[in-house]
C-alpha cells in the first residue's frame, strides 16, 4: 500500500515570491510521482511526474519538483509565482508494477497568491 | 477533442434514495476511473476498468457502491441507500490505458459530479 503526505495544506504567498509545497510518501513497492493542479472551479490537471532518469523534473509554467529516493519526498517548486498560480495542489504515486495506474492522494495544499 | 464528461454536475438527493452517476471517457481510451474528493477523505481511488478484464474494485467503501462499464465507452457509478457521509465530489478519468509494460498513460479527469446527500 501507498500513503501520501503533503505537510501544510494551505500557503499563502505574495505574488512574485518563491513557494515550495512539501511531498512525502510512503510505499513498499517502486513508485511513479505525480504534481496534479485544480484551479478554482476546474477539473484536476496533470502538472508534473517522474516516471524514470533525471530526479528534477519540470512543468511548462515553471514549476519543478525533485524525487529524492533516500527522503522519499518530492517537493515542488516555482521561484516566482503569479496571482494565476492560485489554485489546490495534489501530491501523487502509482505503484510502477502495478495491474492498473490508480493514484494514491495527498491532502492537497491549497497555494494563495496576493497581489 | 473532447474531454472526459460527467454528468449530473450537481446532484441533491435524499438520505436513503438510489444515485446513478455517469461518466463519458475520451474517445479510444480504454481504461477508466472512478475517485471521490471529500472534505473529510480527501481525493481516493474508488474502481477502475480496463477493456474487458475484471475491474479493480478495492476502493469501493462499502456494498452499497457499483459501477459499471458498458461497451467499453460509458460507466455509470450507483451510490444505493445514500447516506450522509457519501457528499462529495466524483470524479472520473480515463488513459489510452492502463499499463503497459513499463509505459505510463496520463489519466485526464472529468469535471466531476457534486453529490450532496440530505
Known amino acids: 500500500a501507498q500513503s501520501v503526505t503533503q505537510l501544510d495544506s494551505q500557503v499563502p504567498v505574495f505574488e512574485e515570491a518563491p513557494v515550495e509545497l512539501r511531498c512525502n510518501y510512503s510505499?513498499?513497492?517502486?513508485?511513479?510521482l505525480f504534481w496534479y493542479v485544480q484551479y478554482p472551479n476546474q477539473g484536476l490537471q496533470l502538472l508534473l511526474k517522474?516516471?524514470?532518469?533525471?530526479?528534477l523534473v519540470e512543468s511548462i509554467n515553471g514549476f519543478e519538483a525533485e524525487f529524492n529516493k533516500s527522503q522519499t519526498s518530492f517537493h515542488l517548486r516555482k521561484p516566482s509565482v503569479h496571482i494565476s498560480d492560485t489554485a489546490e495542489y495534489f501530491c501523487?504515486?502509482?505503484?510502477?508494477?502495478?495491474?492498473?495506474?490508480?493514484?494514491?492522494f495527498g491532502g492537497g495544499t491549497r497555494v494563495l497568491v496576493k497581489p | 477533442g473532447a474531454g472526459v464528461s460527467q454528468s449530473p454536475s450537481n446532484k441533491v438527493t435524499e438520505k436513503g434514495k438510489d444515485v446513478e452517476l455517469r461518466c463519458d471517457p475520451i474517445s479510444g481510451h480504454t481504461a477508466l476511473y472512478w475517485y471521490r474528493q471529500s472534505l473529510g477523505q480527501g481525493l481516493e481511488f474508488l474502481i477502475y476498468f480496463q477493456g474487458n478484464s475484471a475491474p479493480d474494485k478495492s476502493g469501493l467503501p462499502s456494498d452499497r457502491f457499483s459501477a459499471e462499464r458498458t461497451g467499453g465507452s460509458v460507466s455509470t457509478l450507483t451510490i444505493q441507500r445514500t447516506q450522509q457521509e457519501d457528499s462529495a465530489v466524483y470524479l472520473c478519468?480515463?488513459?489510452?490505458?492502463?499499463?503497459?509494460?513499463?509505459?505510463?498513460?496520463?489519466?485526464?479527469f472529468g469535471p466531476g459530479t457534486r453529490l450532496t446527500v440530505t
Open positions: 517522474y516516471l524514470s532518469g533525471s530526479t
Open positions: 478519468a480515463s488513459s489510452l490505458r492502463s499499463r503497459l509494460a513499463g509505459g505510463f498513460h496520463e489519466q485526464y
Open positions: 501523487a504515486v502509482s505503484p510502477r508494477e502495478a495491474a492498473g495506474n490508480k493514484l494514491t
Open positions: 510505499s513498499s513497492v517502486s513508485v511513479y
